[in-house]
């Protein structure tokens, strides 16, 4: 069975910073390209940022040069950081691996 929990959502002002973690158990599943999407209220989730095994990385234009996506396979977690937040990135996120998807945690972006 695969757990993924997310955690390090709050609230923050504008022009601040957050760290989101996503511990994933189960089987071999940490072998895989992983993800951390978002999805603001009224809209479609979308794509921040993936990750391969490799560590090869790929970002959503909004997420360019703002936020960074890393993974720490020995602990089986993934990490967001995320910079000079707007709140137009406040959203849900939530972590994915291959049809799995964790609860997610809020993000709000608010002076």
């Known amino acids: 069975q695969v757990r993924m929990v997310e955690s390090g959502g709050g609230l923050v002002q504008p022009g601040g910073s957050l760290r989101l973690s996503c511990v994933v158990s189960g089987s071999g599943i940490i072998i895989n390209p992983m993800a951390w999407y978002r999805q603001a209220p009224g809209k479609e989730r979308e794509l921040v940022a993936d990750i391969t095994v490799d560590f090869t990385t790929k970002y959503g234009d909004f997420a360019k040069g703002r936020f960074t996506i890393s993974r720490d396979n020995a602990k089986n977690t993934i990490y967001l950081q995320m910079n000079n937040l707007t709140p137009e990135d406040t959203a849900v996120y939530y972590c994915?691996?291959?049809?799995?998807w964790g609860e997610g945690t809020l993000v709000t972006v608010a002076p």
């Open positions: 994915n691996v291959k049809d799995f």
